[in-house]
C-alpha cells in the first residue's frame, strides 16, 4: 500500500452543483452554481469543472517543474492552462474531457514535448484520469 502523505477534504452542502463546497480546514469556501452554458444561472460563482482544471493545472505544473529539474533542464517561466469540459457521450452519460496546455517559453519544440510527455507520466491526476477520460496534452515554446 502507498504511503499517505497528505489527505484533502471538502464538503459540497446545498444543492450539487448550486450550492457551497468547504475545505475541512475552511481555505476553500466557495459558492457554487451551475454555468449558463448549461442552463443554470452563472455569474460570479465557480463550478466543479472550474475546480478540478485549477487542480489538475497545478498538480501537472508540478510534475512538469519536477521532471525538469530532474533532467536539469531550465524551463524558466512556464505556465499550464487546463480546459475541462463537461461532455455527454452517445449513451447520454456525462463525461468530462480534459485538455493540458503547456507554456514553455525559450525551449526547443521537441525537448518541450518531451518534458511535458514525462510530467504526463509523473503527475498524480494523470494517473487517475488514464484510462478513465479523455486527456490531451501540447506544449508551446
Do not use: W
Amino acid at each position: 500500500m502507498a504511503e499517505a502523505l497528505y489527505t484533502a477534504e471538502a464538503t459540497s452542502k446545498g444543492d450539487g452543483r448550486n450550492g457551497e463546497v468547504v475545505s475541512s480546514d475552511g481555505v476553500i469556501d466557495e459558492k457554487l452554481a451551475t454555468p449558463k452554458e448549461m442552463g443554470g444561472p452563472g455569474g460570479t460563482y465557480t463550478n466543479p469543472e472550474q475546480l478540478f482544471a485549477a487542480g489538475y493545472s497545478a498538480c501537472f505544473h508540478s510534475a512538469l517543474r519536477l521532471v525538469a529539474r530532474q533532467a536539469k533542464a531550465d524551463i524558466g517561466d512556464t505556465t499550464v492552462t487546463a480546459s475541462v469540459t463537461l461532455n455527454k457521450d452517445d449513451n447520454d452519460k456525462f463525461v468530462l474531457s480534459v485538455k493540458l496546455a503547456a507554456h514553455l517559453p525559450g525551449l526547443e519544440q521537441g525537448r518541450a514535448d518531451q518534458l511535458v510527455a514525462q510530467a504526463h507520466q509523473v503527475c498524480p491526476y494523470s494517473h487517475a484520469t488514464r484510462g478513465n477520460i479523455e486527456v490531451t496534452v501540447t506544449a508551446t515554446v
